[in-house]
């Protein structure tokens, strides 16, 4: 018995992420776990439970609660069942389950009992993705309906979103259409997997149909706003008449917003105008120190490279660098690839040309996350070929004008092009 309970003291802390050092730690353990109104458990219980006060057996009531908050129904369910903390042997699990093509009550709990592992989500989003291409509709309007997703952080909800994006583009698209119309109305999908993976890559194909989905669907303030603000991305990036339409205001609850939602909207102003006036910036600086420098950002430096905004983008940088380069992040290596081409920007226009290209050196693309990696390559090259241009490295240029091409035709983000006439060394 004693090593039965002692890993499932680890499996709670592995679930809070509370590792017991000391007493305090207990409390805000104990805390945690009556944040569910269903679950309370003595202070001493746990104190005796850890060793800080003589240890008993603990009864089969307390370990079936510690159960309860994993997941399962009862510890003898958890003994059976506490492989599912192992990757692999849930992999395993999941694999069987493609196999078996089954989908009741009992797998919605052997997955949500998985997830208390958090690193087992690339295991379930490859069983949705199996359902996927099978074209299982049913199969996944029940597992999106009836799976209690635990809170997850931004990398483990990203990867989720890819695997289930990705198997949905590799589909024929009228089918994955046909998938979304079914999936948009059910909140688990519509905020884990079109509203968290930004698809900068199929902004002009499929996730543009898709948003224009989202937008029939959603009453949500926040989600309407993202998809106007990407809609108008799509236009302006393709060069449609962008002066007359998308007029987007503020609504009322903006302040509650995520911040990279916030850059975006701070991000379309800047696109809207003719230049960065001084009202503008004061607002584009008030904004950043209200909110997450290193997420309100990202969007931010990116609009003020295409407006070829130095000026303000120096600004940025000046006051707020330390914030700006975050890493403790998960996804830090796709918000420091636009912050380095951004700081590239800022050196290439004070003519520093050695440490804008060292910038680009530090640069890791295909660490990138897939949604923005095309995106950001676009900036990555035009950098190069301003770069390459003062320069007079033709040899560079020349490379740097290729790849920009290759990929403003994958994107069909066409502004670019009109971005790189002026640093086009002729041969």
């Given at each position: 018995m004693k090593n039965d309970y002692t890993q499932i003291l680890i499996d709670i802390q592995k679930k809070t992420r509370i590792t017991v050092h000391n007493v305090k730690d207990i409390k805000n353990l104990k805390d945690e776990i009556e944040l569910s109104d269903t679950l309370k458990i003595g202070y001493n219980t746990m104190r005796r439970l850890f060793g800080y006060l003589p240890r008993t057996?603990?009864?089969?009531?307390?370990?079936?609660?510690?159960?309860?908050?994993?997941?399962?129904?009862?510890?003898?369910?958890?003994?059976?069942?506490?492989?599912?903390?192992?990757?692999?042997?849930?992999?395993?699990?999941?694999?069987?389950?493609?196999?078996?093509?089954?989908?009741?009550?009992?797998?919605?709990?052997?997955?949500?009992?998985?997830?208390?592992?958090?690193?087992?989500?690339?295991?379930?989003?490859?069983?949705?993705?199996?359902?996927?291409?099978?074209?299982?509709?049913?199969?996944?309007?029940?597992?999106?309906?009836?799976?209690k997703m635990p809170k997850l952080t931004d990398g483990e909800s990203l990867k989720f979103a890819t695997v289930v994006?990705?198997?949905?583009?590799?589909?024929?698209?009228?089918?994955?259409?046909?998938?979304?119309?079914?999936?948009?109305?059910?909140?688990?999908?519509?905020?884990?997997?079109?509203l968290y993976y930004i698809d900068y890559s199929n902004l002009t194909a499929i996730y543009a149909d898709v948003l224009e989905l989202i937008k029939k669907i959603s009453t949500k303030s926040s989600d309407l706003l993202f998809v106007d603000l990407m809609l108008?991305?799509?236009?302006?990036?393709?060069?449609?008449?962008?002066?007359?339409?998308?007029?987007?205001?503020?609504?009322?609850?903006?302040?509650?917003?995520?911040?990279?939602?916030?850059?975006?909207?701070?991000?379309?102003?800047?696109?809207k105008t003719n230049s960065v006036d001084e009202v503008?910036?004061?607002?584009?600086?008030?904004?950043?120190?209200?909110?997450?420098?290193?997420?309100?950002?990202?969007?931010?430096?990116?609009?003020?490279?295409?407006?070829?905004a130095y000026e303000t983008l120096s600004v940025i940088f000046e006051k707020y660098y330390e914030e700006i380069f975050e890493s403790n992040s998960w996804t830090y290596k796709t918000t420091n690839t636009i912050n380095l081409i951004g700081l590239a920007n800022v050196n290439w226009y004070n003519e520093k040309y050695t440490s804008a290209k060292k910038n680009l050196e530090l640069?890791?693309?295909?660490?990138?996350?897939?949604?923005?990696?095309?995106?950001f390559s676009l900036f990555f090259y035009l950098t190069q070929l301003k770069i390459s241009f003062s320069e007079k490295d033709k040899i560079l240029n020349t490379y740097a004008q290729t790849e920009l091409d290759n990929y403003i035709t994958k994107t069909n983000f066409i502004v670019f092009k009109e971005l790189a006439t002026n640093y086009l060394i002729q041969t």
């Open positions: 057996v603990p009864s089969y009531t307390t370990l079936t609660l510690l159960s309860n908050y994993l997941g399962y129904t009862s510890y003898s369910s958890y003994l059976n069942n506490k492989l599912n903390f192992d990757e692999w042997y849930f992999q395993q699990k999941m694999i069987k389950l493609q196999l078996n093509n089954q989908i009741d009550t009992e797998v919605v709990a052997t997955i949500e009992a998985g997830l208390t592992n958090k690193n087992n989500i690339v295991a379930v989003a490859n069983l949705f993705a199996h359902y996927i291409r099978q074209n299982n509709i049913k199969a996944l309007e029940y597992l999106f309906n009836a799976i994006t990705y198997n949905l583009l590799i589909i024929e698209k009228s089918v994955a259409l046909k998938i979304y119309r079914k999936l948009l109305p059910i909140d688990n999908f519509r905020n884990l997997v079109p108008f991305y799509k236009d302006f990036f393709q060069k449609e008449n962008t002066n007359n339409t998308h007029i987007i205001a503020i609504p009322k609850d903006f302040n509650t917003f995520h911040d990279v939602l916030k850059g975006r909207y701070l991000a379309y102003l800047i696109f503008l910036e004061k607002y584009i600086l008030t904004e950043l120190k209200k909110n997450k420098v290193s997420l309100i950002s990202q969007e931010v430096i990116a609009a003020l490279i295409v407006k070829e640069i890791e693309l295909d660490k990138v996350e897939l949604g923005y990696c095309d995106y």
